[in-house]
């Protein structure tokens, strides 16, 4: 499948089942390793990096099997060999196993890990938090080396950015670790608190979940128990579809949509007109004819408005009233989208590298764009689907790293929409 073709303007309507969160099942696959029980993840998106964390388990020495349902996971670590090819280098998650493999080994040799060419996403924060915790790194050969001469043992770190990743390589690491590990300025996401619950429904003693301070008891290398764990739903999809909506004036049940960790963007769609009601069911969305455009919309680390939304909000915006700033603070480089979307009609000032203030115009047009990054290619359909005639996404690949299937849900939505 090498692109996404979209006949634009149509408002969505319909209901829609949100797909399990990919960045909460991810480490949380990895955690399983740092058990010596069964565990089975339920609710894991069926998408390339899914599947690539399950072949890295299994290069591990884990069984592993998909089930009606989620991932059953067996961990028979093995701890030798490295850690290389795609799988690794293709996706940055796999960082998470540098926690998990050393917490539960020790030691870990590793090819770089890859991920979205968004910003220099250095990893330097997991680097020397890991040493804090008693871990030495080398590099060489595009390969990272690391040991723990003396065994991994509690410390008291402070992040100096609340850097998911960090956060969750620590806590990996900490579970097993001799003594108390302490995390200052640790991420809020309701991914790190996903994996903090699954590892305290394995026996981890974790205090603070959830909150910005974090206390880990170690287990001093006894291994934890396996657990039934069910993996949150994705916040991103369920905003990219709430944007869509929004975008095209529709009304919406977003099946299952965590509205708990949605409150930020469920803020923004108000601003811009749009109706939501948190139900058990989901989120209802009813969106006007055209979005009204805040003054500003500002990313900042969770609870507020994630960067992953922000192409999203932005691609919604082009066509509405008014005019918005939009501040991206986290990641560099995630205005990448700006340039095919003018090319579509509309109307986008890069004021600096952090900062675009877009202005709503009255159309966009059909054009054939490329996605260059996960976030940013669905963005891309969302301008299609309010574009008029034809618009032909190619870089489809990308879109698959983090949506199931967004032409099918899309399509329940009422949206004319294939994959080619
Ligand atoms: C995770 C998410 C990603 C999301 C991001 C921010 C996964 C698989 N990915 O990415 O979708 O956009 O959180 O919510 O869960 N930084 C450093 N040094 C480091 C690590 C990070 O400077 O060692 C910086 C980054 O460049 C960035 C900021 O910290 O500016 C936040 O990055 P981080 O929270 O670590 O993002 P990821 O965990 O990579």
Redesign the pocket.
């Known amino acids: 499948m090498d692109s996404i073709h979209i006949q634009g303007g149509v408002a969505l309507q319909g209901k829609v089942l949100i797909q399990g969160s990919?960045?909460a099942a991810?480490?949380v696959l990895a955690a399983t390793l740092l058990t010596n029980e069964t565990s089975f993840i339920r609710g894991c998106p069926r998408i390339a990096?899914v599947y690539r964390m399950v072949s890295l388990l299994k290069s591990l020495g884990c069984r592993v099997s998909w089930e009606d349902g989620g991932i059953r996971v067996r961990p028979v670590c093995v701890c030798e060999g490295e850690m290389q090819g795609e799988a690794i280098t293709g996706m940055?998650?796999s960082?998470?196993l540098l926690g998990a493999v050393l917490g539960r080994c020790g030691e870990i040799v590793m090819e770089h890990p890859g991920?979205?060419v968004?910003?220099?996403?250095?990893?330097?924060?997991?680097?020397?938090a890991l040493r804090e915790m008693g871990v030495v790194f080398s590099e060489g050969n595009g390969k990272l080396r690391a040991v723990s001469p003396e065994g991994i043992h509690g410390a008291r770190i402070r992040l100096p950015?609340?850097?998911?990743?960090?956060?969750?390589n620590i806590l990996l690491a900490a579970v097993l670790a001799e003594g108390e590990t302490l995390v200052e300025g640790a991420?809020r996401?309701p991914?790190v608190t996903a994996l903090c619950r699954y590892l305290s429904d394995c026996g981890a003693v974790i205090e603070g979940i959830g909150t910005g301070l974090l206390r880990v008891e170690g287990r001093c290398g006894e291994a934890l128990r396996g657990a039934d764990f069910a993996v949150p739903a994705d916040r991103?999809v369920a905003g990219t579809y709430l944007f869509g909506c929004a975008a095209t004036g529709g009304n919406v049940l977003l099946e299952r949509a965590p509205c708990d960790q949605m409150e930020a963007v469920l803020h923004v769609a108000e601003q811009m007109g749009s109706r939501c009601d948190g139900t058990r069911e989901g989120i209802y969305v009813q969106s006007p004819r055209r979005p009204r455009l805040p003054a500003r919309l500002r990313t900042a680390?969770?609870p507020g408005f994630?960067?992953?939304l922000q192409s999203m909000a932005l691609a919604a915006m082009t066509m509405g009233e008014g005019s918005c700033l939009i501040e991206e603070t986290?990641?560099?480089n995630r205005f990448r989208v700006v340039e095919p979307l003018i090319r579509m009609g509309a109307d986008i000032e890069i004021l600096d590298p952090g900062r675009v203030r877009v202005r709503g115009v009255s159309r966009l047009n059909g054009r054939e764009v490329e996605a260059r990054e996960l976030?940013g290619g669905a963005a891309l359909v969302l301008a299609g689907l309010m574009a008029e005639g034809q618009t032909r996404v190619r870089g489809v690949d990308f879109i698959n790293r983090g949506y199931e299937n967004i032409c099918k849900d899309l399509r329940e939505l009422g949206a004319r929409i294939v994959s080619v």
Not at 118 to 128: F, K, S, T, V, Y
């Open positions: 990919k960045n991810l480490p990096d940055r998650s960082l998470c991920g979205c968004i910003g220099e996403r250095p990893i330097d924060l997991h680097l020397a950015m609340a850097s998911v990743g960090a956060t969750e991420a996401e991914e991103i680390p969770y994630p960067t992953d986290i990641f560099e976030r």
